[in-house]
């Protein structure tokens, strides 16, 4: 209504999937859980990354969140947390059909 007028500007990065995933490997990669727990997780997200149909590459990823849930003695909440929500997030970016896992309807262990 007095006529001032503000212009301000920003930028949006887009992280595309392969990013994401690479970023998700990584992440799993850090933490340094035992090779038992790490290398089957990366074996899945590394086989998703190279998957050459997007279809492969959403059973690679459902495969990974199953697993998540079958090591899950080996991480906190937290860490088991990020994966998972991590992993919905890159499956969205590509297309997949929403993963049914086990893990998804399991209640928050007490520690």
């Known amino acids: 209504a007095a006529g001032h007028v503000v212009s301000k500007n920003f930028t949006i990065t887009v992280?595309?999937?392969s990013?994401?995933?690479?970023?998700l490997i990584a992440y799993?990669?850090?933490?340094?859980?035992?090779?038992?727990?790490?290398?089957p997780l990366v074996a899945q997200l590394?086989?998703?990354?190279?998957?050459?149909?997007?279809?492969?590459?959403?059973?690679k990823m459902s495969d990974f969140i199953?697993?998540?849930?079958?090591?899950?003695e080996s991480?906190?909440?937290a860490e088991s947390s990020h994966m998972l929500s991590e992993a919905q997030r890159i499956m969205a970016a590509t297309g997949c059909a929403p993963a049914q896992s086990s893990m998804a309807r399991q209640l928050p262990r007490a520690r």
Do not use: E, Y
């Not at 850090?30 to 290398?39: E, I, M, V, Y």
């Not at 199953?66 to 899950?72: A, P, S």
């Open 19 to 23: 990013q994401q995933l690479g970023d």
């Open 75 to 77: 991480m906190t909440d």
């Open 15 to 17: 992280i595309g999937p």
């Open 66 to 72: 199953d697993m998540v849930g079958k090591k899950i």
């Open 28 to 39: 799993v990669l850090s933490l340094d859980l035992p090779n038992g727990t790490t290398n």
């Open 46 to 59: 590394r086989a998703s990354f190279g998957a050459d149909n997007n279809h492969v590459a959403c059973n």
